[in-house]
Antibody, heavy 116, light 110 residues
Framework: EVQLVESGGGLVQPGGSLRLSCAAS????????MSWVRQAPGKGLEWVAN????????YYVDSVKGRFTISRDNAKNSLYLQMDSLTAEDTAVYYC?????????WGQGTLVTVSS | QSALTQPASVSGSPGQSITISCTGT?????????VSWYQQHPGKAPKLMIY???NRPSGVSNRFSGSKSGNTASLTISGLQAEDEADYYC??????????FGTGTKVTVL
């Protein structure tokens, strides 16, 4: 059974940083693109970033370029999202998802709240 | 990277069919057959219902079907059931190698 478990969310002040993690199991992690998707409270889904199997390609939504960094550790079956220079607009539930264009598997999400 | 356009809400009575549209541009929906549809119930993670325009993952009811014409993709739910009441989102791969979601549609079963 595929499992994706996010962690690392919480309350952070504007301008602060946070690192999200996603622990994967039940599939060959190193064989899949992985993605981060977020959803602000009461709002729709927004794709944030994705990363190729070997980490050689990474793509970001314009609003996080230069502030967020996606990475992975295939030896640890883990996906990460380093978030810097956070603003209130980054407040959302962050999901990790398996695959690049059609995510059949999602984590339960971790809430990031940016507030003073 | 503008969001794909979906109607805010669609409703129907049990047993009826409804269709949700998802309008993009020639940089996304119009060029690529990587259109997906997701169902999301309140407080839950999204669930993949359709991938590559019209393919259903294993376990998804055949009441759900997808299609595409030009820059617009569509999701049809036939034989509407109470459990289909949820938010639905489309997504598409883009020319920039990114992904874009639709604005979301709330489906209400009357």
């Amino acid at each position: 059974e595929v499992q994706l478990v996010e962690s690392g969310g919480g309350l952070v002040q504007p301008g602060g940083s946070l690192r999200l993690s996603c622990a994967a199991s039940g599939f060959t992690f190193s064989s899949y693109w992985m993605s981060w998707v977020r959803q602000a409270p009461g709002k729709g889904l927004e794709w944030v970033a994705n990363i190729k199997q070997d980490g050689s390609e990474k793509y970001y939504v314009d609003s996080v370029k230069g502030r967020f960094t996606i990475s992975r550790d295939n030896a640890k079956n883990s996906l990460y999202l380093q978030m810097d220079s956070l603003t209130a607009e980054d407040t959302a539930v962050y999901y990790c998802a398996r695959d690049r264009v059609a995510a059949a598997d999602w984590g339960q999400g971790t809430l990031v709240t940016v507030s003073s | 990277q503008s969001a794909l356009t979906q109607p805010a809400s669609v409703s129907g009575s049990p047993g009826q069919s409804i269709t949700i549209s998802c309008t993009g541009t020639s940089s996304d929906v119009g060029t690529y057959n990587y259109v997906s549809w997701y169902q999301q119930h309140p407080g839950k993670a999204p669930k993949l219902m359709i991938y590559e325009v019209s393919n259903r993952p294993s376990g998804v009811s055949n009441r759900f079907s997808g299609s595409k014409s030009g820059n617009t993709a569509s999701l049809t739910i036939s034989g509407l059931q109470a459990e289909d009441e949820a938010d639905y989102y489309c997504s598409s791969y883009t020319r920039s190698s990114t992904l874009v979601f639709g604005t979301g549609t709330k489906v209400t079963v009357l």
